[in-house]
């Protein structure tokens, strides 16, 4: 599913691109299937929270707990990201250098030292690259996702288990009834907070439970009925139905294997294996290849070279994605296992950062 999420945000750009000239060459059909690209973010969404709660199931629920984790994905999700940082900045340099005239503005230092931390929109600085949104999203959901379970665990100390227990609930159900109203306009957010997503990584997020048998489905149902109740709108209306479609996905593979086999065929695990590099390089690579054909045929490209752009930008793309992930995402995700998360039994408190370690 990350595979076919991130080819339709490919598919989106790079229709993006094209449409600054005549498309009249792309049958309506497939315009409208790449213009909807984009709802492969919902998808993602709904897929770390289902994935995140997996991940830690199992974890010691503590500040030291918390830290280690953050390092853990920092190693694994930093290197990459900050890869496609120095790609953007590079294909800038070399834009300008190649075609004055583009005028692109080149990014200063106060903008690149935000973004090495995500907090590029927090702070006013805007993103490189667009999509580098979801990512500054992602880590903010991880970090208050672990962070609510690690205050459950404290209050469960100071707390009667089952009053601790109905704390917690209230607070994750009305973060989510908040994220929902954020949603939909009728609770203010600071810009570049995570808040108005939530509800889609807190959906994977009690797909998991279910899974795991933390709560009955009927918690999962509620929040299905809330996101349909309160769809008004067609963008709304799809992203309701690619929130119950991917936890409804995610509930069939975790209990049947043979389900989970129908979708292991080798292509679709090669896009998902790679999907967060392809995610990263995506739009710098495909955008330019576009602006290459723009620059010296025109923005109207006649048909038959419109496609093969269309093709060689998705191609270009899936290249320096798989490229990415082989040089760069590869070794820093095994270089993450090496820091151990304590789990309840109390195994591994410490960081190991000089052995490999089993993954979790």
Same mark, same amino acid.
């Given at each position: 599913?990350?595979?076919?999420?991130?080819? *339709?945000?490919?598919?989106?750009?790079?229709?993006?691109? !094209?449409?600054?000239?005549?498309?009249?060459?792309?049958?309506?059909?497939?315009?409208?299937?790449?213009?909807?690209?984009?709802?492969?973010?919902?998808?993602?969404?709904?897929?770390?929270?289902?994935?995140?709660?997996?991940?830690?199931?199992? @974890?010691?629920?503590?500040?030291?707990?918390?830290?280690?984790?953050?390092?853990?994905?920092?190693?694994?999700?930093?290197?990459?990201?900050?890869?496609?940082?120095?790609?953007?900045?590079?294909?800038?340099?070399?834009?300008?250098?190649?075609?004055?005239?583009?005028?692109?503005?080149?990014?200063?230092?106060?903008?690149?030292?935000?973004?090495?931390?995500?907090?590029?929109?927090?702070?006013?600085?805007?993103?490189?690259?667009?999509?580098?949104?979801?990512?500054?999203?992602?880590?903010?959901?991880?970090?208050?996702? &672990?962070?609510?379970? +690690?205050?459950?665990?404290?209050?469960?100390?100071?707390?009667?288990?089952? $009053?601790?227990?109905?704390?917690?609930?209230?607070?994750?159900?009305?973060?989510?009834? *908040?994220? !929902?109203?954020?949603?939909?306009?009728?609770?203010?957010? %600071?810009?570049?907070?995570?808040?108005?997503?939530?509800?889609?990584?807190?959906?994977?997020?009690? %797909?998991?439970?279910? +899974?795991? @048998?933390?709560?009955?489905?009927?918690?999962?149902?509620?929040?299905?009925?809330?996101?349909?109740?309160?769809?008004?709108?067609?963008?709304?209306? +799809?992203?309701?139905?690619?929130?119950?479609? +991917?936890?409804?996905?995610?509930?069939?593979?975790?209990?049947?294997?043979?389900?989970?086999?129908? $979708?292991?065929?080798?292509?679709?695990?090669?896009?998902?294996?790679?999907?967060?590099?392809?995610?990263?390089?995506?739009?710098?690579?495909?955008?330019?290849?576009?602006?290459?054909?723009?620059?010296? %045929?025109?923005?109207?490209?006649?048909?038959?070279?419109?496609?093969?752009?269309?093709?060689?930008? &998705?191609?270009?793309?899936?290249? &320096? @994605?798989?490229?990415?992930?082989?040089?760069?995402?590869?070794?820093?995700?095994?270089?993450?296992?090496?820091?151990? !998360?304590?789990?309840?039994?109390?195994?591994?408190?410490?960081?190991?950062?000089?052995?490999? %370690?089993?993954?979790?």
């Amino acid at each position: 599913m990350r595979g076919v999420a991130a080819l *339709a945000v490919v598919f989106y750009h790079v229709q993006g691109a !094209l449409s600054r000239g005549d498309q009249s060459w792309m049958p309506d059909a497939v315009g409208r299937l790449a213009g909807g690209g984009h709802f492969g973010v919902n998808v993602f969404f709904v897929l770390s929270g289902f994935v995140i709660a997996r991940s830690v199931r199992n @974890g010691a629920m503590t500040p030291a707990y918390l830290g280690r984790f953050t390092l853990r994905r920092s190693i694994r999700l930093d290197p990459p990201y900050w890869s496609a940082i120095a790609l953007e900045v590079v294909l800038i340099y070399l834009g300008l250098a190649l075609f004055p005239s583009l005028g692109t503005p080149l990014p200063s230092v106060p903008q690149l030292l935000s973004h090495l931390v995500y907090l590029q929109d927090i702070l006013g600085y805007g993103h490189l690259i667009p999509i580098f949104w979801t990512l500054c999203y992602e880590f903010q959901f991880y970090l208050t996702f &672990v962070g609510l379970l +690690v205050l459950g665990n404290v209050l469960t100390r100071w707390l009667h288990r089952r $009053f601790a227990n109905a704390a917690m609930a209230l607070l994750f159900i009305g973060l989510f009834l *908040a994220s !929902l109203g954020a949603h939909h306009g009728w609770i203010g957010v %600071a810009r570049g907070v995570a808040l108005d997503r939530w509800y889609e990584f807190f959906t994977g997020v009690v %797909a998991w439970w279910v +899974v795991s @048998g933390t709560l009955p489905l009927v918690a999962l149902l509620g929040t299905w009925g809330l996101n349909i109740a309160l769809a008004r709108h067609p963008d709304s209306l +799809v992203e309701v139905v690619l929130i119950v479609s +991917v936890s409804t996905l995610c509930l069939l593979a975790a209990r049947s294997p043979a389900f989970d086999r129908r $979708f292991s065929a080798r292509p679709l695990q090669f896009l998902g294996t790679i999907s967060y590099s392809l995610y990263l390089y995506h739009a710098s690579v495909g955008w330019r290849v576009v602006s290459l054909a723009q620059h010296y %045929a025109g923005n109207a490209l006649p048909p038959l070279l419109g496609v093969a752009t269309w093709l060689s930008a &998705v191609l270009a793309a899936i290249v &320096v @994605g798989h490229l990415g992930w082989w040089a760069i995402e590869r070794p820093s995700m095994r270089f993450s296992r090496r820091v151990t !998360l304590p789990d309840r039994a109390g195994a591994k408190a410490a960081v190991t950062l000089g052995r490999e %370690a089993p993954a979790q």
